[in-house]
């Protein structure tokens, strides 16, 4: 056989093994569908997103693509996720990424690849956003497993940032977000247990109520000039040290 013709081959198989454990799947699945799940993951074969979630048809609904991004331009995503979160009412929202994953090496490796070099720029900003950290780790391998974790936090608070997750979470059950890293060398998920109020963290800049809390830090401006003074960006790792400082000359100074 050439071509697709395996693929029709298997397909004819599927329907019939199907219809022999349950006459009633196809019709069932025909009334409409309501899945618990949203996955969003990477575009790499070695991915399936049924398979190592072990659900069927009907259970999950999946996004796909290279190194499994969440772009607020990216009306593809934006319109899968409207549906997902305001039509279907997903109680799980999933990123999924993956060690070994070819977008995430492309991108840290300072090369120019044409077209997905405006893709792989989202990436290079998380590396940006951790740098230290990232530069830290000696072993390129273990270097880039962190970028493939770094990278999947960020997609979930690109996901928080959205007005569509902004808006469910001032509902009754708003979706929970999670991210997840595929292990393809062992087949097992790993929950990197991002936490709550990572999300929660966002509200007052991304949710809508950020102007109350312009007013807000307006207000304290007023009362004490220069304590909301805008302060040059740092980074996770650079604010942490900037912090540990700060406590080491307290201390010095009590
Ligand atoms: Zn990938």
């Keep these: ?18 219809r022999a454990k349950d006459p009633d799947f196809f019709n069932r699945l025909a009334d409409g569908q309501k899945p618990r799940y949203l996955f969003i993951g990477c575009s790499d074969s070695r991915v399936p997103a049924s398979a190592i979630t072990g659900t069927g048809p009907g259970e999950m609904f999946v996004h796909r693509n290279i190194a499994n991004l969440v772009i607020h331009t990216d009306y593809n995503l934006l319109s899968v996720l409207q549906y997902a979160v305001e039509v279907l009412g ?34 290079r900003d998380v590396i940006r956003m951790h740098e230290m950290e990232f530069l830290r780790i000696k072993d390129d391998d273990a270097r880039l497993r962190r970028l493939v974790e770094l990278n999947v936090i960020e997609q979930v608070r690109n996901l928080a940032k959205t007005s569509i997750i902004q808006n469910a979470r ?52 007023v009362e004490q000039p220069g304590l909301t003074a805008s302060k040059p960006e740092l980074t996770d790792e650079a604010a942490k040290e900037t912090k540990k400082a700060g406590k080491e000359t307290m201390r010095q100074a009590s």
């Design 1 to 18: 056989m050439t071509g697709i013709e395996p693929i029709l081959d298997n397909n004819r198989k599927w329907v019939e093994e199907k």
């Design 90 to 123: 997903v109680e799980d929202i999933m990123v999924v990424g993956h060690y070994g994953c070819g977008g995430v090496a492309a991108a840290a490796s300072n090369k120019q690849y044409g077209l997905i070099d405006g893709w792989l720029t989202n990436i």
């Design 170 to 221: 001032k509902g009754a059950k708003p979706p929970r977000l999670h991210g997840l890293v595929y292990d393809i060398k062992e087949g097992l998920l790993k929950d990197l247990q991002v936490e709550d109020n990572l999300i929660a963290e966002l509200e007052h800049i991304y949710g809508t109520h950020a102007m109350q809390h312009a007013a807000k830090v307006l207000e304290k401006e």
